[in-house]
């Protein structure tokens, strides 16, 4: 398993450092942010170390947005959230501090709960969409070729 000994996440997931632990099993670990935009604001990681989103197996993607479905479902039953986002860091354009995979569940409660995604849509014709859409595909077909392979390879072992 990738484990990095300079990564709090990894640090977190195998209890060299405390959190306050929501979910756990063998592959995922939720735990309350430290620093949280709002009440409840849960953060969902794979224990093993992956840098990010598009790193992880996606069987353990699939894990992993299972357990923050959970987690936003009981967000609104049981801390009375009107709602909530998810979403996840790639690079450190998008935001990323921490280098270890993780998916943020915030609860939201009203407009001014802290939390704030600024979208500015751009004119319609901007950019050639069909051209966007041809060059996209190429590659998810990479991707996909790429999929087919890590399958095959599992099936092996
Ligand atoms: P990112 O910006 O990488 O998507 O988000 C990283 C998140 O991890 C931040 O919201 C930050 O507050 C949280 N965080 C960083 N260090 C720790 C820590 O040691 N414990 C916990 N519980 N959260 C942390
Ligand atoms: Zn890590």
């Not at 195998?14 to 939720?30: G, P």
């Not at 999929?147 to 095959?152: I, K, N, Y």
């Amino acid at each position: 398993m990738n484990y990095d000994d300079n990564c709090i996440f990894c640090k977190i997931g195998r209890k060299e450092i405390t959190s306050a632990i929501v979910y756990e099993d063998d592959e995922v670990l939720a735990f309350l942010d430290v620093n949280p935009v709002s009440k409840g604001h849960t953060l969902v990681v794979t224990k093993e170390h992956f840098k990010n989103f598009n790193e992880v197996p996606k069987n353990l993607i699939s894990k992993v947005f299972s357990v923050a479905q959970m987690i936003s479902q009981a967000q609104i039953m049981e801390l009375h959230a009107a709602g909530c986002n998810i979403l996840t860091n790639i690079n450190e354009a998008a935001g990323q501090t921490v280098m270890h995979f993780h998916v943020h569940v915030i609860p939201r409660y009203d407009q001014t709960d802290g939390f704030n995604l600024d979208f500015t849509p751009k004119a319609i014709g901007t950019f050639n969409l069909p051209i966007v859409a041809g060059d996209l595909k190429k590659g998810l077909s990479v991707s996909y070729t790429h999929l087919r392979a890590h399958e095959t390879r599992h099936d092996l072992v």
